[in-house]
């Protein structure tokens, strides 16, 4: 039973969003609703289980007395310290002038921000010291990123302003964009597409159950 | 045997659907309104009526929508034309008319949505001038919007979904009943046994890196495949592995699939615990570990296989600084660059899942490759033949081409 | 106070800034920050958002009321929503150890929610509809395309074609087929280098919202 | 580690700090009015970049790969800069950018426009400006605009880009009126199921505004069931759930007219679905929003930044072209 029940839920809850999609109405429309509703309950649900995972290891953390027990311990901190405000606010939470909304302002988002804005470092740094043209494939891709960025700022037309107008670097990046990339992303697209349509009909039949834990 | 059961029930839904399309309604014969009585009962009549109003139920859809359409009133000139707008009046069941909208010169259509099945409709489609007179059209006989048990405006959809999805099954079952599936090389495997012997004669170890999602990621499942192909040939030569990972049920899962090859290999004794280590959760503190290991260790050939996001560069970078062979594959498209640029081999999105369903052999891995194949050669032979039908039939105006090209595109729609 | 928060906003902008130099405690503090606020972020938005804006509002809904605030009706609760809440509370039982194994049930209907949408969405957009994109004509005397057109044309038909080859596992890569395939790979390699450009397009402008804060918001120092 | 260097680590962190404290009080009181370079000083600047650029190629030529940190340090001059230079730039409006807005144009004027704002503060540096320019155009040329987010922070997004495009003088001309040329309806959980059913019914999705108006109440939207009564739609994207959700679901099953404006890491995926007419134009990344502040005839932070932007692209090619030449020269050694 431990077994059977999971992939009969998974079975028809997959079947009923499938035929909601060839028959809109009842019952099927009122199906859609109700699962619709649930699932986004239960992601809820689903995400606050990471962030108790992560307590329950930033804990161990600090009993082990781990080398890192003292960033684990800010860990916890900032985690209930924003979880307490949050609650005490209420469902207004959210709205300008809430200490929650200040910490979203002041500590959230530059630390979010910044975690992403330093990767412009690192790509730079591996664009020197690790991107070769060490094949012809390679050398296609290079030439590509090439074209692409330098036509897509203006000093792209700047270096090629000699140029009639439609061999400009703007153009060529416009050209590139819109046939050959289109050309690429969209047989990517189709091949992962398929792969995915695959994988759901497996899931959705029972053939697949590695998400349960297990093998056969 | 439970595949069998599942298969027939899904089966069995979709004749159920598809006989039901035998006893579906037939579509209500449209109504006309009598044009030749024409209610006008405005003074100062500046234009003419439209006429021949029409309405008739929307097709394929919950009993919500109708749809009116009629000619335009003869006064709708392209140029100087004297109508400014044309309003729809609904009268819902005897009840008073209602404005529902206000539509430019040169319409001739209208789509009433959001209707009541259960209600009746009657409909008047006036034309206004520029000075605000209203013309009005005969009022329609009343209608009911019907409701169609399916969608079959969708019904190519399903055909193929259904030849796709047939495929995949067919393929998985012929595989489960040993038939040999046939999959081609691919070019990033071959290396792995260079790259693996290249370590043994160097004696520095290997690093393999699994991505940093969980378990249960596809990609995830695929590194620890190939970790077992890896594994075994470690266990044989008596090379070193170094795997430091970020999610703890991914340390469970490597450290079983190495020990499984070491006991194989009949050296038990010499498999340890310490190959597979957990590092962090977090991202970037992950992957500053890794850096570190990389830069101590030096090891001879890198793994990169596995999901990975905004890290890819920065372990590609560093496992180049130090000079090793690196094998990389991924499927997520935004990290794929980095790879090819600054890695040895890279197994690019599919030939991923290709190399662990080749390397596994599992039935249900290798049967829905082929599946995938399968609609992978519907949809080139459609583009083939769709593309050489719409060329020639536009350049020479040939009618079959044209067909063919229609019947294409009408195939694959989604509307 | 909003000079405390300015500063509060570059300490920890310039401690994540700070890794480039090398991993320090700066570093880690200001990531250790990050990690506990976003994880008690998603908790508490998803608290009110899902679990009391969906479920609590919706099993035990306010009454209706007029703009003076006078009682008109009762609202009506929506029972089914208790299902949720107890899936939900099954996926929690996970972090229990012995029944384990009940939390397979939401998982399994998520799965199955994601797959059921994802077949029809993903074969539709993402397979139908790009196939019959893919349907052009290349040229020809009715269709009055450019030069530049044509040749794109053809590029789009060829390209997705032979990147399809590529990607088909069932053949050995010889003779036309192979030829086909390698075409396919360059063409998803000129793909690849676009959106290895972008990438960079995009690091980039995240880089110069940072400093654009930095040196404006915080120093003052752009006009 | 030795206690030198570290003592040595702690004297610079401490000297940035009270640098940008004197800084930092300069700006409180006035001293300093921001920095600008003259014409003269700015070229100076970008020679000896380019100098310094071509020191690091010879020393690669001769194998010595310069460190990290140095590159870093390229980096950050090549963006920080060009912020206090006096240059401007011309640049072209590409083809889907223009497609985007001749599709928005030839809307009449009361048409209803949905934005969906499915981004967060990290990507705003690429999504703020063409939220701004798109805002600003509707609510100038008389298009009703109706916000809603399917990330929790897009309608706080919204509002401050609001509150941007209410600063413009054509918009503040025509003294657009809330709940009647624009309202912000907020954010709903449930991804793409939130588009699915805001195909049937929007008010079963956003029974009550942002700030907690009943949904009736709302002229603008009083008359608007579904998708149907939706004349044009743009949607600002930088994950999931975004335009990808919202062509599958909008647009393929309810035949929603769509604009896409994406972070440039998802857009060249995007241009897939604008080939095939899912999408009738797509602004991608920074330079998007520059372009689309082009073609709207308005001056936005997009435009401003994009001096930056060429820089930072011009170091990152400079950097390929210098390890490649150094990689070709040495005979393909691994090492370089």
Redesign the interface.
Known sequence: MRREIPLLITAITGIVFVLQYFIPHAPFNKMNTWFSDWFSIVGAFAIWLGALNLLKISFQKIMDKKSDWFFALVIIISFFVITIIGFAEGQGFREPGTTFSWLYDYVYSPLSATMFAILAFFVASASYRAFRARNFEATLLLLSAFFVMLGRVPVGDIITGFLPQQYQLSQVASWIMTFPQTAGQRAIMIGIALGLVSTSLRIILGIERSHLGGGD | M??LI??T??LS?FIF?GSSRIFSVEPSPQVQADTLVNTADTVGVSVAPVTSLLVDDYKY???EQLNLSWVPSIDDQLIDGKVSVYRVYRITNDSTRELIAEL?PGSNSF?D??LNRHDTYRYIVAAVSASDDEVLSTTTEPVQPQ?E???FR?GY??L??LI??GA??YY?QSARRGKKL????IAGLEAVDEAIGRATEMGRPILYIPGILD??D?QT?AAITILGRVAHQIADYDTKIRMPVSRSLVMTAARETIKTAYQTAGRPDQYSDDMVSYVT??Q??YV?AVDGIMVREKPATVFLLGAFF?ES??L??TG??I?AIQIAGT?R??Q???F???C?FTL????L??ASAYLSGEP?ALG??????V???I??I???V??IA??I?????VKFMNDV?DM??TI???? | MEHVAVWIAAFLTLGIISFLYKDNPWYKLSEAIFVGISAGYWFVVLFWDNIYGKFWVGVFPPDVVDEAGNFVSHGVPDYALIVGAVLGVLMLARLLPGVGWISRWPLAFIVGCTSGLYLMNYFSSNIMRQVQGTIIPLFGIGYGASVYEIIGNIVIVGGTFAGLVYFFFSKEHRGAFGATAKVGIWVIMITFGASFGYTVMSRMSLLIGRIDFLFGDWLGLIK | MSSTTRIRELAVVILILVISVIVYIGKIQGWNNGLMFSPAVSLTVVIVIFLLLLYILLRTLQGHLIGRRTVFLFVGLAVVLPFFMTLTLKFRVSPEVQQLYDALSELQPGSKVLVSFDYDPPSAPELQPMAVAFLRYCLSHDLKVIIIGLWPQGPQQANLALEDALKSKEVAAKKPEYGVDYVNLGFQVGNEFVIQRMGTDFKSMFPKDYSGTVYDDLPLVRNVKNFSNIDYSFNLSAGYPGTQEWVQVAVDRYGLKMGAGNTAVQAPMMYTYLNAGQLVGLLGGMNGAAEFELVTNEIGKGTKFMLSQSFAHMIVIAFIIIGNVAYFKSGRKKKL
């Open positions: 439970r595949l599942h298969t029930l899904f839904v659907i859809d919950n009993g430019p789509t949505k959001n409701r048990w399916i969608n969708r959809l399903f193929l979904a796709i999805g995949v099954i998985i046939f999959v081609r090389k378990m249960d596809v499942l959760d977090e970037f503190g500053a905004a560069l920065i590609a970078e180049n600084s000079g499927a498209p935004a794929l660059p980095f090819i640029a600054a040895d690019i999105g599919e030939e899942f290709a249900k829905s490759l082929k599946g995938q194949d609609g992978k050669a949809a080139m459609v583009i083939l769709g593309v719409v060329t039939g536009n350049a020479w105006d090209k294409l595109t694959f729609s989604t509307q």
